[in-house]
């Protein structure tokens, strides 16, 4: 009776598991499709100011990261509980482990030099000048930093869109053999 009672309680832990997994995945695509998509052009079109818009563009962004590689790291915690060797785990696991570093590079490097860039820009704009601080162009470079952070993002929600396709189907096929 007790080893019933502990097959049960270990499958009842991997279903939770994969449900908060399922949520957490939904929460972090939700909330990267809002701000990309609605949250950051919103902002751009009301605020007329370039850098004023960029200023705070950048601040939400500060908050997001934390946000993200916080729940990165529940979900790969969380998945690290029921490491499995299947071809199909070891994909997950990499593209999870994969969107966890692409939002660490955003909160330690990216926004930072990103936000750095910005009040350069700023400053540069105001002397009227193309350079600045040992930068021969610094609306080059901006950018140039701006199309890395844009390219992750991309990949990071593509990512995050193929994991919950492969958790909504594992749910899909669990209910399917029920």
């Known amino acids: 009776m007790e080893i019933f009672n502990l097959i049960t309680a270990v499958l009842l832990e991997s279903i939770m598991t994969k449900k908060l997994i399922l949520i957490f995945l939904s929460i972090w695509w939700g909330t990267t499709v809002l701000v990309d998509f609605a949250v950051v052009p ?87 000048v193309v350079g600045i601080a040992g930068i021969s162009d610094i609306q080059q470079e901006h950018q140039f930093y701006h199309r890395v952070y844009v390219t992750l993002d991309a990949i990071k929600l593509l990512i995050l869109s193929t994991l919950l396709i492969f958790h909504v189907t594992d749910k899909a096929g669990e209910n399917a053999k029920a």
């Open 42 to 128: 919103t902002v751009f079109q009301i605020i007329e100011n370039f850098f004023n818009a960029g200023e705070l563009g950048m601040a939400l962004f500060s908050k997001v990261n934390k946000f993200e590689v916080f729940l990165s790291s529940l979900i790969i915690g969380l998945s690290s509980l029921h490491f499995k060797r299947s071809k199909r785990f070891l994909i997950e696991y990499f593209l999870m482990l994969t969107a966890g570093l692409i939002v660490l590079t955003y909160f330690s490097y990216l926004t930072p030099k990103i936000s750095e860039l910005t009040l350069l820009w700023k400053k540069a704009d105001s002397l009227g």
